[in-house]
């Protein structure tokens, strides 16, 4: 199992609206940047997303989320009256990419983002690295890292 942050800002889609979805699944979808596709087109079913919210006061991981199924076709991008149009993509040739997630939980307490910062042991993770990179993975020993900390968020 891998683990990945996917990183949103709770105005547009929050952990509550994944929840809220219908079965608790929603399609993470509307990336438009090279890395962050390259990310979702190497997710697996069963892998964690630690779902990150960004562009507020409060900003942290707030809750996680898990991969229900693999990447595909982002249909927004054939759409030709959506902002996410693109006219060099075509269903034989798409540019941009969409999994699924399911709700997992939300944590008692958030991690704030300026917790993740302090860390030394996290000091390499592409969230904080590329701040605009919406979906990026987690090594091995950053998740050993964050393990702790949401266990002390779970007190």
Same mark, same amino acid.
């Given at each position: 199992m891998a683990v990945w942050i996917l990183k949103t800002e709770? !105005? /547009?889609?929050?952990? /509550? +609206?994944? *929840?809220? !979805? $219908? +079965?608790?699944?929603? *399609?993470? /979808?509307?990336?438009r940047n090279y890395q962050a596709r390259n990310n979702l087109r190497a997710m697996r079913c069963g892998d964690l997303c630690l779902i990150h919210h960004s562009s507020v006061r409060d900003a942290g991981i707030v809750g996680s989320a898990e991969v229900s199924r693999e990447s595909y076709p982002d249909p927004a991008q054939f759409d030709t009256a959506s902002a996410l149009f +693109?006219?060099? !993509?075509?269903?034989?040739?798409?540019?941009?990419? !969409?999994? +699924?997630? *399911?709700?997992?939980? *939300?944590? $008692?307490?958030?991690v704030p983002a300026q917790r993740l910062r302090e860390e030394p042991g996290l000091s390499g993770l592409a969230l904080l690295r590329q701040g605009r990179l919406s979906v990026s993975p987690v090594s091995g020993g950053q998740w050993s890292v964050l393990r702790v900390l949401l266990g002390e968020a779970e007190r």
């Open positions: 709770p !105005a /547009d889609c929050s952990l /509550d +609206d994944i *929840r809220n !979805a $219908p +079965d608790g699944v929603m *399609r993470w /979808d509307g990336i +693109d006219p060099k !993509a075509t269903p034989e040739a798409p540019r941009w990419f !969409a999994v +699924d997630i *399911r709700y997992c939980g *939300r944590f $008692p307490e958030p």
